[in-house]
């Protein structure tokens, strides 16, 4: 049983508009959440990341949101830019777990020019 | 960029034969992990370690040994690769006292397996 899941496997937006990438969770025990961007033949990245004891982080275009009664996040990227076409992470990691990451599925974001 | 690299960066295989894939760093990084990557699941833990001889399994670890005698390698064991072991692989590192939870990702190793 999955307990990151990203449920849209491709999003396509046009250059300059908003993209949003969204995760659901049911473990409550999560309370540290990261996104990672990946490129095609390059590990991932490390993109933005929240504590369960905040609701919003923001670096520069890319603003995380965490709704934790709805065991909800997502990954604002305003405006969207050609070079932010990659597949997006999700993952999460409860205080307990020795530093262990579970991970979504991913999400291909599309940038249209 | 962190100091990760991993060999070879392709192979491939025949089932029933052991398989190795290394894992190097150049950070000092306590943590170091080995992920696989399969289409639909993300990137699963197989294992992880958090000292010099001290790891343990993660999500996928059956069919996968691991050993860590230096700080600076990781290295992944298939002892009888199968089919279902076709995979990209990733290993990472992570320093909590420096990085918090981030951890850095090295170029992946894909593993074909026929």
């Known amino acids: 049983d999955q307990q990151v899941k990203q449920n849209s496997p491709s999003l396509s937006v046009q250059e300059g508009r908003i993209s949003i990438l969204n995760c659901d969770y049911t473990?409550?025990?999560?309370?540290?959440f990261l996104w990672y961007k990946k490129y095609p033949a390059e590990g991932p990245t490390f993109l933005i990341s929240i504590s369960s004891i905040k609701d919003k982080n923001e670096d520069g275009r890319f603003t995380v949101f965490l709704n934790k009664s709805a065991k909800h996040l997502s990954l604002h990227i305003v405006p969207s830019q050609p070079g932010d076409s990659a597949v997006y992470f999700c993952?999460?990691?409860?205080?307990?777990?020795?530093?262990?990451?579970?991970w979504g599925a991913g999400t291909k974001l599309i940038i249209k020019p | 960029d962190a100091g990760i690299t991993q060999s070879p960066r392709h192979k491939v295989t025949e089932t029933g034969t052991p398989v190795t894939l290394r894992c190097h760093q150049t950070e000092n990084h306590r943590y170091m992990y080995w992920y696989r990557q399969d289409p639909g699941h993300g990137l699963r833990l197989i294992h992880y370690?958090?000292?010099?001889?001290?790891?343990d399994k993660g999500e996928v670890s059956d069919g996968y040994s691991v050993s860590r005698s230096k700080t600076e390698d990781f290295l992944l064991t298939l002892e009888s690769a199968t089919s279902s072991q076709t995979s990209v692989y990733f290993c990472a590192i992570s320093d909590f006292e420096r990085d918090y939870n981030e951890q850095f990702f090295g170029p992946g190793t894909r593993l074909t397996v026929l």
């Open positions: 370690s958090y000292g010099v001889k001290d790891t």
């Open positions: 993952a999460a990691m409860a205080g307990d777990s020795n530093y262990q990451l579970i």
């Open positions: 473990n409550s025990m999560f309370d540290y």
